[in-house]
């Protein structure tokens, strides 16, 4: 589990053909700290297992699946990508939850500049769409961003000064890929929704119990 708080921006300083899929190798320095073989990390919003560790990076295998769902499988020496170390327990959650797991890729659309603030159109498919709501949360590229307008074909977001100065976004343009991940309790509230008006039975389903037990006033009731 993440936060969409990128830590860093490393380099791809490799990409070599490994077991079906490829090794991933990346520049970098911040997250390194604790990290350790078998720890897992955001690359673009994509959760990896990390399998080398170096003094100025680390690898992780991609899987074919992986690679054929998210942009990482564009990559190319020199590439920066966004890189956050697996939220602990002890930490605090300054974006919101992101697991890691990219439900599709979006493209951006649009590039307006706001002073020095920038807003960006993606286009996505409606496996995202269907949960994104104006000022809900989403994650692009792994960074936790409030979306701004949703339009029948996409949505767009506001991004700051400091966002920029700290993520990849700042290198977007028109018809890049992006990874997207929709926000983890609009998947439940959606799904429990279109089951209620399916006429399903809260015994059928775990998350529909779930979601009765938070209506009737919370865990504790």
Not at 80 to 109: F, Q, Y
Request: glycine share 12%.
């Amino acid at each position: 589990m993440f936060t969409g708080l990128v830590e860093e921006v490393g380099t791809v300083k490799g990409v070599r053909p490994h077991d079906g899929g490829f090794l991933l190798s990346v520049r970098c320095q911040k997250v390194l700290e604790d990290m350790r073989p078998g720890d897992s990390i955001s690359v673009n919003g994509a959760c990896l297992t990390v399998v080398e560790v170096e003094r100025d990076g680390l690898s992780a295998h991609v899987s074919f699946e992986t690679g054929n769902r998210t942009n990482l499988g564009y990559v190319r020496p020199g590439d920066r990508l966004n890189l956050e170390r697996a939220l602990r327990p002890d930490s605090r959650l300054g974006g919101h939850l992101v697991t890691g797991h990219v439900d599709a890729m979006g493209k951006v659309s649009e590039l307006r500049r706001r002073g020095e603030y920038r807003e960006i159109c993606f286009r996505c498919p409606r496996e995202v769409l269907d949960y994104l709501v104006p000022k809900g949360s989403v994650a692009v590229n792994g960074v936790s961003l409030t979306v701004n307008e949703v339009y029948e074909d996409g949505f767009s977001v506001v991004l700051i000064p400091h966002t920029l100065g700290e993520t990849n976004l700042s290198g977007l343009e028109v018809g890049d890929a992006v990874n997207l991940e929709a926000d983890i309790l609009g998947k439940y509230v959606f799904r429990y929704m279109e089951r209620k008006e399916a006429g399903a039975s809260p015994g059928e389903s775990e998350d529909v119990r779930l979601w009765e037990k938070l209506e009737r006033g919370g865990f504790l009731s």
